[in-house]
């Protein structure tokens, strides 16, 4: 089946770092893959996307790149804020179709100090 | 302007209650979903739900149950609640064909 594997954290950094959060997966056909976040006390926001090997997902200075030869979809930002602290999901959607819903990894606790 | 809404945000009922919780949303999107987060944020589907088919995880117990009186909508009915229940339950929502899912603000259970 399918499956999800990101570190869980926490992970803490110091505002401006550069941050890196790596997710990895397996999938039996040609998934797409997101990530997600999730503020304290919210529901999960749509944060980036990947449809197919190569692409580049980014939004608000996070990014992506689908990696086929690795299995991967690691999340980095050049330069963090006090304000991106949240939980961070990876996912993946099988190719077979939306309805199958998502599968998660089980979620990176980030918190950024001052 | 909500485009995912559930209510209500708490429920705090006692064992071998039924409860309801009630999702709408105004994306007009076709496929709806529950999801369960558990207290270490491990997220789960357990239902995917459009005009056509109900697609159940099989580890969900059949005492959860989804009601769609229309296609906004997508609620769901728990009967016989259990400690293990209290989690955090989030509805979502998905255009046909497309993958992303929009997710409302979530329910958080507690069952005492």
Redesign the interface.
Known sequence: GNSVTQMEGPVTLSEEAFLTINCTYTATGYPSLFWYVQYPGEGLQLLLKATKADDKGSNKGFEATYRKETTSFHLEKGSVQVSDSAVYFCALADSGGGADGLTFGKGTHLIIQP | DTA?SQTPKYLVTQMGNDKSIKCEQNLGHD?M?W?KQDS??????MF?Y?NK?L?I?ETVPNRFSPKSPDKAHLNLHINSLELGDSAVY?C?S?????????????TRLTVT
Not at chain 2, 40 to 45: A, E, Q, R, S, T
């Open positions: 995912v496929t979903y999801y270490k944020k491990f997220l789960k589907i995917s459009n088919e697609i995880n989030f979502a998905s255009p046909r064909d497309y993958y992303e899912q929009y997710f409302g603000p979530g």
